[in-house]
């Protein structure tokens, strides 16, 4: 088992940058890909960005290229999304998760074993 806690969203002004963290513990965090998801109302939990166990690997959703930098400390047991830029159409709850198959960056929600409960961001326009 594995429990995840974020942290970090709030109400933002558009352009203005957030920093969400997420702590795991539990089983060992070097054990796992995590990812960072968003849903936003009246939509479908949407795939942001993951990084291999090792942090060499890195995958991001087109949306939000050049503007979010997914990373993780395993020393911490914590993976970070710095959010930079940020518009609008980036307000929704966010998630992190992790997925046992460590050594790739899986983009479906399906991958994942394990969420945290969110976090809320918003920006306002």
């Known amino acids: 088992q594995v429990q995840l806690v974020e942290s970090g969203g709030g109400l933002v002004q558009a352009g203005g940058s957030l920093r969400l963290s997420c702590t795991a513990s539990?089983?060992?965090?070097?054990?796992?890909?995590m990812g960072w998801f968003r849903q936003a109302p009246g939509k479908e939990r949407e795939f942001v960005a993951g990084v291999s166990w090792s942090g060499g690997n890195t995958n991001y959703a087109d949306s939000v290229k050049g503007r979010f930098t997914i990373s993780r400390d395993n020393a911490k047991n914590t993976v970070y999304l710095q959010m930079n830029s940020l518009n609008a159409e980036d307000t929704a709850v966010y998630y992190c998760a992790a997925d046992p198959a460590k050594w790739v960056v899986h983009v479906g929600a399906a991958s994942y074993d394990y969420w945290g409960q969110g976090t809320q961001v918003t920006v306002s326009s």
């Open positions: 539990g089983r060992t965090f070097s054990s796992f890909a």
